[in-house]
């Protein structure tokens, strides 16, 4: 009775751990939450006087768009503001490119691992996802990059502190990829939520801005920087992808909140956004060094990671053999959640590892939970 | 290189003459947009100090949730919390409800006039829609109801002040419809923006709350009453299509917007909102009584309509042979913005008919912008 795609609809691990982590005595290192202290709490009264009750226009304020165009030239990525789409929030800018590409069996290139909720998006649509290794040892695997390429109508990727794993693509490979997309005409689809949380230096520029001939959407959000309730984002696209793009936002929904996309102008016109993310640096900087430490202290010698250089993550591979879902199970028990890194595969036998966030939890209780989750493991 | 699915993606007339219409000179007939006077503008006060920056719940705050089941029982459709799932607007819905039950080819129900974005939503994933009149003269077409009813998979209605007929399905008309609907085992999707404005007397309830065994979504909307700029609406379905709808919206976009969420929240417990209703009748009911006069001062005899007991539009009847598109790029030309009729039908060779949204200028300007209208017509 149910469209054919219902049967490739599944769950999001993370979405379903959700509730259970909000008890108070729960350690969560399982979602990719902002501190709470790290959340934005925009000044709220030049909206009481705004124009922002009535219907607005499918591709976002004209104000913001512009804001939105103006940062993304900052970081590399020349634009117009035509080219920008306001989104509710960047997991929408899936569902839009996935329905503007994707139809059954349509190959879609993806990094593995990758991000979950993007994959849950495409197989919804019917893609038939090739994987690319990449991970923060040996980097891009180029070999089923270029092998992928070929048959991809659309690559996926996250090359700046990738979720789940942390990895920063560098500027040779960045340069690489971008050849390899322009020489294969392959669309790009360019997600990017992590760049302003850089804790060592500066994030490269998007590969987007290093395309010379293939189509391309970059996106970003608003809510690891100023706060996810908010449900901001935006995506940016080659000229040629605009209007269909935009189409498909209008059938989703009309058009963004626009109490939340006049905050959000608000804080990007007056330069506020940048100040709370230099405010916010130093307080994930810490966590993370404490992560580091906690995990060096408890698991040295028994699991491996890199120390990420910006993100929300983690990435720890375990000894092989080793049940991450049992694990998960037997960590909640004792009151710390972690993802399992099976979830951000879209083929069964991975290595075992797990996803540990850094940015929700204080430095007592990572170190805390890092110990709990160490006394579990061989 | 596109999906299949964007050959068939359309644009929305409404959503393209917008920007247009929001000349200051121009009458505009055309959108369907509240009153500026009649928009919402909430207490920002206790948004300051609430819980709504971080990640949230995908089906909706569990206090918004249970508000509007409750809300719902009152005027006819008992459910529970648990049915409830919050929408960024009730645009949304459609598409969730078109992922959930549309493949290509699968029949779907549709009043002939529907909603148009409806009809875009249900095209674009492939639906074959099969028409069933509903004109305010003739009542709902039995005959092509039953006929659509054995072959559709889903049913999709606006019985109550529909867009853009205005017409209201009667108590009989709805017991007719649930019998037949569960007789069929079709899903029913009752789409009921409107319900709240009603000028004269009280809406029924609604066809979902009839239904004895087959399964249904209903879904209502803050944008007619409150303000659209909130972008909030909701569905509340059957037990059995909550799970994959839910899941849905995690695809789509995690979850709704909470800022909106908590201000909606609030104006629904302490009773605001049918305070600002009670408020906005009056207001809308003079501006349809203005339209009322000013149509049958300079169009009686050469055009039908019926005046609306509810909802936001008059449906007006041309004499055949009149090119309504035609007519409004010289209504255009006038500073006078009107919808054509055709694009609310899926199949050409309509009647031709306008739609005149009467809410959104004042009396004045309906009888100058009928005025007008008038005499561009035979």
């Known amino acids: 009775m149910f469209a054919r795609r219902i049967d490739r609809l599944t769950s999001s691990l993370v979405r379903d751990l959700l509730a259970l982590t909000q008890h108070p005595d729960m350690i969560s290192f399982a979602g990719g939450l902002p501190a709470d202290a790290a959340l934005f709490r925009p000044d709220l009264q030049p909206l009481s006087a705004a124009d922002v009750w009535q219907y607005g226009p499918s591709e976002g304020e004209p104000g913001l768009r512009e804001l939105v165009a103006r940062r993304a030239g900052a970081f590399g990525l020349a634009c117009t503001p035509e080219q920008v789409l306001i989104l509710n929030g960047s997991q929408q800018g ?8 994707v139809d059954e069996g349509v190959p879609v290139l993806v990094e593995a691992p ?19 290794p990449v991970d923060a040892t040996g980097g891009v695997d180029f070999a089923a990059l270029q092998d992928g390429l070929q048959r991809a109508r659309l690559a996926y990727l ?7 794993s942390g990895y920063c693509y560098s ?4 340069e690489r990829v971008a050849a390899g997309i322009d020489d294969a ?6 997600d990017d939520p992590y760049r302003d949380l850089c804790y060592d230096g500066t994030a490269p520029a998007p590969i987007a801005g290093r395309l010379r001939r293939a189509h391309w959407v970059y996106q970003g959000s608003f809510s690891k920087t100023l706060a996810p309730g908010l449900r901001l984002g935006y995506l940016i696209a080659h000229p040629a992808l605009m209007a269909p793009l935009v189409r498909l936002k209008q059938a989703a ?19 506020t956004l940048e100040r709370h993310v230099a405010g916010v640096l130093p307080l994930y900087r810490e966590r993370r060094d404490a992560m580091h ?40 028990a004792q009151n710390v959640a972690v993802m399992p890194g099976d979830a951000f595969f879209d083929e069964a036998g991975a290595t075992p590892c797990l996803r540990l966030n850094f940015s929700h939890a204080d430095p007592t209780r990572i170190e805390l939970g890092v110990a709990r989750l160490a006394a579990l493991l061989p």
Chains 1, 2 share one sequence.
């Open 185 to 190: 005409a392959t669309v790009l689809f360019e």
């Open 171 to 174: 500027e040779t490979e960045r």
């Open 293 to 332: 430490a906690a995990l060096t202290r408890h698991l040295a010698g028994r699991a491996h990671w890199r120390c990420p250089v910006g993100g929300l993550f983690f990435w720890i591979t375990l000894p092989a053999g080793t049940d991450t879902m049992a694990l998960m199970h037997r960590a909640l």
């Open 94 to 101: 899936i569902d839009l490119v996935a329905k503007l590409l």
């Open 114 to 132: 990758a991000y979950l909720a993007a994959l849950q998006a495409f197989r919804l649509f019917g893609a038939r996802t090739l994987p690319v």
């Open 253 to 271: 929904d009309l058009h963004s909140n626009r109490l939340s996309q006049h905050l959000v102008s608000q804080v990007l016109r007056d330069g």
């Open 158 to 164: 996250t090359p700046t502190f990738q979720n789940p």
